[in-house]
């Protein structure tokens, strides 16, 4: 079980449902060499995969191509179903910074055979949780921008404008499927730049008007 405590709001939260929207950005859908969703592709990590800022990244000896995706992330304040787009923003109660870490090599083989890909997504560490703002902070989380370091060399650098399904259109797409229940977690999916890392590689990820987060890649 994992929980969240939001500086600037009194309630902690219990992690549910971390659900994660693939190739969200346009120019990360290419550089994948994969086509255009026509739907927004979805799936799902484990809360016992989550780690916060300032903890270890733990490559896996299962891989040879860890990646890391830097993603904008929604915590559902309340629960819902059937949410509209109009009134997406009542079920948000914080935006934050996460890195979703992916192992492409499993990812990429699991695709090609049109198998679920969860064993590239699910590992231990492999969510990893920064700065989170409450939402009365009034930003617009479709219009923020997002950057990405590797040992200081800037690797992603986008704006969440670029997103092809915007915060509100996710939620409600996500809730006319399945219940949004208070404390799930939503990543909205990585602008392009994504690579690999490697063992001792430092990363820090910061999105504008909320905040950090640094993580170490150890054995
Ligand atoms: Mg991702």
Same mark, same amino acid.
């Given at each position: 079980?994992?929980?969240i405590?939001?500086? =600037?709001?009194e309630?902690?939260?219990?992690?549910?449902?971390?659900v994660?929207v693939? !190739?969200?950005y346009?120019?990360?859908? !290419?550089?994948l060499?994969?086509?255009?969703?026509?739907?927004?592709?979805?799936?799902?990590?484990?809360?016992s @995969?989550?780690?916060?800022?300032?903890q270890?990244?733990i490559?896996?000896?299962?891989?040879?191509?860890?990646?890391? /995706?830097?993603?904008?992330? $929604?915590?559902?304040?309340?629960t819902?179903?059937k949410?509209?787009k109009?009134?997406?923003?009542?079920?948000?109660?914080?935006? =934050?910074? =996460?890195?979703?870490?992916? $192992?492409?090599?499993?990812?990429s083989?699991? !695709? !090609?055979?049109?198998?679920?890909w969860?064993?590239s997504?699910?590992?231990d560490? @492999?969510?990893?949780?920064g700065?989170f703002?409450?939402? /009365?902070k009034g930003?617009?989380?479709n219009? $923020?921008?997002i950057?990405l370091?590797?040992?200081e060399e800037?690797?992603?650098?986008?704006?969440?404008?670029?997103?092809?399904?915007s915060?509100?259109?996710?939620?409600?797409?996500? @809730?006319?499927?399945?219940t949004l229940?208070?404390?799930?977690?939503?990543?909205? =999916?990585?602008?392009?730049g994504?690579?690999?890392?490697?063992?001792?590689?430092?990363?820090?990820a910061?999105? @504008?008007?909320?905040?950090?987060?640094?993580?170490v890649?150890?054995?």
């Amino acid at each position: 079980m994992k929980k969240i405590k939001i500086p =600037g709001l009194e309630k902690e939260y219990i992690v549910g449902k971390i659900v994660c929207v693939g !190739k969200n950005y346009l120019e990360h859908a !290419k550089e994948l060499g994969d086509s255009i969703p026509e739907k927004p592709v979805i799936f799902m990590k484990p809360p016992s @995969s989550i780690i916060f800022s300032g903890q270890k990244i733990i490559y896996p000896d299962f891989t040879k191509s860890l990646h890391y /995706e830097t993603e904008l992330v $929604l915590l559902i304040g309340q629960t819902g179903k059937k949410i509209k787009k109009e009134k997406a923003f009542e079920y948000i109660s914080a935006y =934050g910074v =996460g890195l979703d870490m992916t $192992l492409r090599d499993w990812q990429s083989e699991l !695709k !090609k055979f049109g198998h679920p890909w969860e064993i590239s997504k699910c590992f231990d560490t @492999s969510t990893v949780l920064g700065d989170f703002v409450p939402k /009365e902070k009034g930003i617009n989380p479709n219009n $923020l921008e997002i950057k990405l370091w590797v040992n200081e060399e800037l690797k992603q650098h986008d704006n969440t404008s670029n997103m092809i399904y915007s915060v509100e259109k996710i939620v409600e797409y996500l @809730s006319f499927y399945f219940t949004l229940e208070e404390g799930d977690l939503i990543f909205t =999916g990585t602008p392009q730049g994504v690579g690999e890392v490697k063992v001792e590689d430092k990363l820090i990820a910061e999105i @504008s008007g909320i905040g950090r987060l640094e993580a170490v890649v150890g054995s």
